[in-house]
């Protein structure tokens, strides 16, 4: 399976992006995906976590109703709604993807149980 992430831009911080992480090779049903940021000099962070049903959903604290994250099963697609976005979410952002069965309901929040990755996109939120 591969991912591609796109979407990310310069922004001012209160504006809003949406990622967006295409999924080829295999059906995005399958899979439960997330999404991961690093900044400069910073661990990498798990941002947000969906299942491969779309009906279970993880936010990492710093991003709870600001980001939103869903899928599209037809277009094979991931989205992650940023609004509000403040300097500190300044990273780049990465989308990834694991094997959990046909839309069951796991959320995966480790990096390590991750096999497959997008190459990135950059977000950089002005202040």
């Known amino acids: 399976v591969q991912l591609q992430a796109s979407g990310g831009g310069l922004v001012q911080a209160g504006g809003s992006l949406r990622l967006s992480c295409a999924v080829s090779g295999s059906s995005l049903g399958y899979y439960a995906i997330g999404w991961f940021r690093q900044a400069p000099g910073k661990e990498r962070e798990g941002v947000s976590f969906i299942s491969s049903s779309g009906l279970s959903r993880f936010y990492t604290d710093s991003v709870k109703g600001r980001f939103t994250i869903s899928r599209d099963h037809a277009k094979n697609t991931v989205y992650l709604r940023m609004d509000s976005l403040k300097p500190e979410d300044s990273a780049v952002y990465y989308c990834?993807?694991?094997?959990?069965?046909?839309?069951?309901?796991?959320?995966?929040?480790?990096?390590?149980?991750?096999?497959?990755w997008g190459q990135g996109t950059l977000v950089t939120v002005s202040s």
């Open positions: 990834a993807a694991v094997l959990r069965g046909y839309r069951t309901e796991m959320v995966v929040a480790t990096a390590s149980e991750y096999p497959y």
